[in-house]
C-alpha cells in the first residue's frame, strides 16, 4: 500500500471551493445532535481503504462491536480509492469539511496538517500518554508533528516483501530461500519468464506513484540512505541535502531501466498496481512486491490461491563492494480527530478502542498486522495467520531499520517531483543522471 501526495495544487483546490464548495458528500463532523451523555451523536469516518473489502470487512465490523456497548454513537464510514482520497481529503480540509476521525499515514500527518492555521488536527499529547498508549503501539513514534503526536497508531500496519507464485517457482526449478541478494532476485525473474506471455516480476510502469516507491523501496534507498535527503531521510530538511540524484540513487535508477527493459523479467505498461496483482493471481507473473494486505487480498479474490501464496522478504543490494540490508517502509495506518469536530471526547473513546485486543481481533481481517503489540505477538495470531506473522520475523531477522518519508509539510511536492522523474526514467526511458539531476533542483527551489 506507498503512498498518494496531493497532485492538485492548493490555490486550484482553493478556487474550486470558492466557486462551488466542498465537492465531499459527507455531512459537516459532529452529526445533527449534541454530545451530552446518553444523546445520539454521529462520527464521520474517512479513510482511503475503505474501498478494499478486507479492509471494509474489518471496519464494519470494528463499528458493529462498539456500538453494542455505546449504542448512542453512529459512525458513518465514508471515503473514496486510494488513487482519489488525498486530494479529496485536502478539498476537505480547505473547506473545513472533513471527518471527524481521519485515517491516513504518518508521513501524510504533516502535510494536512498544515493546511489550516493553527493545525488541522487535534493535539493528542496528553490523551496518549494518559492511556499508557506511547510503547505499545507500532508506528506510534512515527505519528508526531514538531514532537507532539496527533494521530494514534490504532488499525493495523504492514511492510513489504517479494510474493511469490510457488507452482511456477516449481516449474522454473527456482528455490525461493536462494534468492538473497537483488542479483539472484534479477536472475530469478528472468528465468521465470517464457514466451507464453509470463514475466518473473511485475512492478507498476505508469502514472500510479507505485513508479518511483517500488524502485527506491526495493533499491535506491537502501543503498543511498534517502531518496530525498541523506542520513535515514533524516533533517535538517534543507535545499543544499537534497539527496535524489546521488550516485547511489543514479546507479539504482540505471539498475531498475535494465531490468524494466528486459521483456523476459517484467511485462511491459502495467499502468498501476491493480494490474500487477491480477497478473500475479492469473499467474502471468511469478513475483509481486506487496505487504501483509495483500494475502487477505488474494483471499478475497479467490481463497484457493492462497495454497500457492509464498512470501519471501526483500533481498539485499549490493554496491561498490559493500551490502546493505533491505530498509523498506513500516506502513502504519493512523487515525487523527479533526480540530473542528464537536465531538472530541466521543471520538478519542472510540480510538482508544480500537487499540484494545478486543478490536484488534477484528482488524486482524483486514490482511494487515494489527498495532497493538501485544496482540499481534501472541500466539493466536500467529496461528491463525501465519503468513502474515512471517513479516515480524523479516523485521526481525533480515531487515535494516525502517526508512520513512521525510514528515515535512513540503513532502507532497517533493513526491510529485519524484513521480514525474520515474515516469520519464522507466516509462519515457530517459538518461538517470540527467532526470535526476533536474528534479534534484526542482525539489531545491521547492524547499526555499
Known amino acids: 500500500m506507498t503512498r498518494r ?59 458493529a462491536k462498539y456500538n453494542e456497548t455505546n449504542p448512542n454513537v453512529t459512525i458513518r464510514v465514508h ?43 487535534v493535539n493528542l499529547d496528553s490523551r496518549i500518554q494518559e492511556a499508557g498508549l506511547e510503547d505499545k503501539l507500532v508506528g506510534q513514534e512515527l505519528s508526531t508533528v514538531d514532537g507532539s503526536y496527533y494521530a494514534l497508531s490504532n488499525y493495523a500496519w504492514g511492510t513489504t516483501g517479494i510474493f511469490y507464485s510457488k507452482a511456477m517457482f516449481e516449474e522454473a526449478g527456482i528455490d525461493p530461500e536462494a534468492i538473497q541478494t537483488i542479483e539472484d532476485f534479477k536472475e530469478a525473474a528472468i528465468q521465470l519468464g517464457s514466451a507464453d506471455q509470463r514475466y518473473g516480476f511485475s512492478s507498476v510502469l505508469g502514472t500510479h506513484p507505485f513508479v518511483a516507491s517500488e524502485w527506491y523501496r526495493l533499491i535506491a534507498r537502501p543503498i543511498s540512505g534517502g531518496i530525498f535527503f541523506g542520513d535515514g531521510e533524516a533533517g535538517p530538511y534543507e535545499p543544499d541535502r537534497v539527496n535524489v540524484n546521488s550516485p547511489a540513487n543514479v546507479w539504482a535508477a540505471e539498475w531498475w531501466q535494465e531490468l524494466m527493459a528486459n521483456e523476459q523479467a517484467t511485462p511491459p505498461g502495467t499502468r498501476d498496481k491493480k494490474v500487477s496483482r491480477e497478473m500475479f493471481w492469473n499467474q502471468q507473473v511469478g513475483m509481486v512486491m506487496d505487504g501483509p494486505w495483500f494475502i487477505g487480498m488474494t483471499q478475497e479474490r479467490d481463497e484457493a490461491l492462497l495454497e500457492d501464496l509464498g512470501v519471501i522478504p526483500q533481498p539485499s543490494v549490493e554496491y561498490e563492494g559493500q551490502v546493505y540490508q533491505p530498509n523498506p517502509h513500516n506502513y502504519p495506518i493512523v487515525s487523527m480527530i479533526s480540530a473542528k469536530s464537536d465531538h472530541q471526547d466521543e471520538a478519542w473513546a472510540f480510538l482508544q478502542w480500537m487499540a484494545s485486543d478486543e478490536a ?51 513532502l507532497g511536492t517533493l513526491s510529485q517531483i519524484l513521480i514525474n522523474a520515474t515516469q520519464d526514467m522507466f516509462v519515457g526511458k530517459r538518461d538517470a543522471q540527467t532526470v535526476l539531476d533536474s528534479a534534484a533542483e526542482q525539489m531545491r527551489e521547492a524547499l526555499q
Open 5 to 63: 501526495t496531493i497532485q492538485t495544487s492548493i490555490a486550484a483546490i482553493m478556487a474550486a471551493v470558492m466557486l462551488g464548495g466542498c465537492a465531499s458528500s459527507n455531512t459537516t463532523p459532529g452529526g445533527e445532535t449534541g454530545n451530552e451523555a446518553g444523546q445520539q451523536i454521529t462520527l464521520t469516518f474517512e479513510t482511503s481503504v475503505y474501498a478494499e473489502e478486507p479492509h471494509k470487512k474489518a471496519i464494519d465490523a470494528l463499528i
Open 79 to 121: 471515503g473514496t480509492d486510494y488513487e482519489n482520497y488525498w486530494d479529496k481529503l485536502t478539498t476537505e480540509i480547505l473547506a473545513g469539511t472533513q471527518g471527524d476521525i481521519v485515517q491516513v499515514y504518518p508521513e501524510n500527518i504533516a502535510t494536512y496538517n498544515a493546511l489550516t492555521e493553527g493545525g488541522t488536527f
Open 360 to 410: 484488534q481481533a477484528l482488524i486482524a481481517q483486514s490482511g494487515m498486522i494489527p498495532s497493538s503489540k501485544s496482540y499481534a505477538e501472541s500466539e493466536a495470531y500467529q496461528s491463525e495467520y501465519p503468513l502474515a506473522a512471517q513479516f515480524f520475523q523479516f523485521q526481525e531477522e533480515v531487515y535494516a531499520p525502517a526508512v520513512m518519508d521525510p514528515p515535512i509539510p513540503e
